[in-house]
């Protein structure tokens, strides 16, 4: 247990100074307080955590375990929806119907930018469809906005630079 302790630290240093790099690249200073951290604030590590947690929570098809991360006034706007989500209810329904539709699914984050209260994670989704078999993989990059530390509002893009467009703004 304590050589898988150390690997998570590993990789979580890892993948910060990737994000941080990012960061830079993507026009944003560094914030990081720590040396390595790209994270300035108790907040955004929080924030890390809330969205990594609803990542494996959807992952597992645990809807409970997903609902708990969300607020109970969040908004979502799904690439493949015309109208909002809004609240945890209707956020239940669509679970539901989008594991019928998929015998396997899973969404892979390839990274974490985070700016403030804001995350935009570039996730490689995979799905096999109910029924007819057929399998599909495509990049979405998904736009996370917490307030205490839970997300309250999740956009959904299939195009990174609308994606970043709307992450700086």
């Known amino acids: 247990e304590r050589t898988s302790s150390a690997c998570a630290v590993a990789y979580m240093r890892a993948r910060s100074v990737i994000a941080r790099a990012r960061l830079v690249n993507a026009g944003f200073p560094p914030t990081g307080s720590f040396p390595g951290w790209p994270y300035s604030a108790p907040v955004e590590r ?10 494996d929570a959807w992952n597992r098809r645990d809807r409970s375990a997903a609902l708990k991360r969300l607020h109970p006034e969040c908004e979502l706007h799904p690439v493949e929806a ?3 989500v809004r609240g945890r209810e209707e956020f239940a329904a669509g679970f539901e119907r989008w594991f019928d539709a998929f015998d396997s699914f899973s969404v892979d984050p390839e990274d974490f930018l985070i700016r ?3 995350m935009l994670v570039p996730v490689m989704q995979r799905a096999r469809g109910t029924g ?5 993989e495509q990049r979405f990059y998904q736009l996370f906005t917490l307030r205490d530390g839970l ?7 299939a195009d990174e630079s609308e994606a970043m467009e709307a992450f700086r703004s």
């Open 116 to 118: 403030g209260d804001r």
């Open 151 to 157: 997300v309250v509002r999740f956009e959904e893009y």
């Open 82 to 84: 015309i109208e909002p």
């Open 46 to 55: 929080e924030g890390l955590r809330v969205v990594e947690e609803l990542i």
């Open 132 to 136: 007819s078999g057929v399998e599909v």
